[in-house]
């Protein structure tokens, strides 16, 4: 599936399961459940998915885990906060060039409305 059209399901997706559930639950729930919606929308979906630390020519897993990987090339980061801060923006950018990903989102749950807790990110690979 091409990345956009994937970006867009995603974000339909999030906004159907927190219109579905609300604000307030874990993170990890609003994982399994907006993972659920998208395999029900034909999206590969791989959930905490392990994310190595390159140097030089060492590999080392250091227990860095991406929320969602949406097929093999969108990085999904679910947080349930009371507003983003510049560390959760800072997280999903390494992960975007850690794992040499071009797009990503930072999805807060915890909102009155899903709109204002999206935060796409491009990585200029």
Do not use: T, W
């Amino acid at each position: 599936m091409e990345r956009e059209l994937v970006g867009r399901e995603l974000l339909d997706a999030a906004i159907k399961v927190h219109s579905a559930l609300g604000p307030g639950l874990l993170e990890s729930a609003y994982e399994a459940c907006l993972a659920h919606e998208l395999q029900g929308r034909n999206v590969a979906v791989k959930r905490q998915v392990v994310q190595p630390i390159r140097y030089r020519d060492l590999e080392i897993d250091a227990g860095y885990r991406l929320d969602l990987l949406l097929d093999e090339q969108v990085v999904v980061e679910i947080k349930s906060v009371a507003a983003f801060n510049p560390v959760h923006e800072a997280q999903l950018l390494s992960y975007l060039r850690l794992g040499n990903y071009r797009l990503g989102y930072l999805l807060n749950f915890n909102v009155r409305r899903m709109r204002d807790g999206i935060k796409r990110m491009v990585n200029s690979v």
